[in-house]
């Protein structure tokens, strides 16, 4: 089957970071090594917990379930803005825009980067929680993972996108936002804990958030073994606002950064 140019543009990109991510053994390392790591942590929490809380004990997988789906968010996120950082350190922007490659295309291509890179991390620490602690993520939470792992990634794609945008405007300096600015958001996620433990004077965050009514439904399934279908719904209704705004930030952002001819001088 023949492709459309703006489709083979896209494979193009894909094959160029699949490439780089599987031709090097320590980038495959770092995906798995932190999801891990917290999923290890966790667990030993989790184990620490079940004789003591009945809550816990009810759901023994709350804590891990919570960390593996953070972590979708997080490294959907971190695939998006790795991506174009990668670039930058290789002052590749230039080359790629003088080329017919569209910003649209390329960031479909990081899209698709970033869905492996989750894939590959938090899916080798779901595996291993099997053996190590006999949790299984997809067992525990059935069909529903599949609309909360979406929304995960689309949010933490949103967010790729506003600091892709920002560091391609503002350059090099603004990297750090690519690790800090996500876990800004954590606190008011409810991902360990209800929205209703949050201070009244702060609560109104968390109902900006996809991913709030996220952990709070997962909290429902494990729990309650009950899907919440409004929670679901807001979660949705939000996650669209944020998408939104994260593609006009992008845009915006690019369109400057490209008039005042920054993608030629990607640097601090």
């Not at 996108?161 to 405007?169: E, N």
């Not at 409810?190 to 009514?213: E, G, K």
């Amino acid at each position: 089957m023949t492709l459309s140019p703006p489709l083979r543009r896209i494979r193009a990109m894909l094959y160029r970071h699949a490439y780089l991510l599987l031709g090097s053994w320590p980038r495959l390392l770092d995906l798995v090594y932190w999801p891990t790591v917290q999923m290890v942590l966790w667990g030993f929490i989790t184990l620490f917990l079940v004789g003591k809380s009945g809550w816990v004990a009810n759901a023994a997988g709350v804590f891990l379930s919570a960390v593996l789906l953070w972590d979708t968010l997080f490294r959907g996120q971190l695939g998006v803005s790795l991506c174009f950082l990668e670039e930058m350190y290789a002052r590749h922007l230039g080359h790629l825009f003088v080329s017919p490659l569209r910003p649209g295309e390329l960031v479909i291509a990081n899209f698709l980067v970033s869905l492996m890179r989750v894939l590959i991390g938090v899916g080798g620490a779901a595996i291993l929680a099997v053996p190590i602690f006999h949790f299984s993520l997809i067992g525990s939470l059935g069909w529903a993972i599949l609309p909360y792992f979406a929304v995960m990634m689309l949010f933490g794609w949103a967010i790729g996108l506003i600091i892709a945008g920002l560091v391609v405007r503002l350059g090099l300096g603004a990297e750090s936002l690519a690790w800090a600015a996500i876990f800004f958001i954590q606190p008011f996620s409810a991902v360990y804990y209800p929205v209703a433990t949050l201070p009244l004077s702060v609560r109104w965050i968390a109902y900006l958030l996809p991913s709030a009514p996220v952990f709070e439904g997962m909290r429902a399934v494990l729990v309650e073994n009950r899907f919440d279908w409004a929670l679901f719904g807001r979660a949705v209704a939000v996650l669209l606002v944020w998408l939104a705004a994260g593609g006009i930030a992008f845009t915006l952002l690019f369109r400057s950064a490209r008039r005042r001819g920054l993608l030629l001088q990607s640097g601090e």
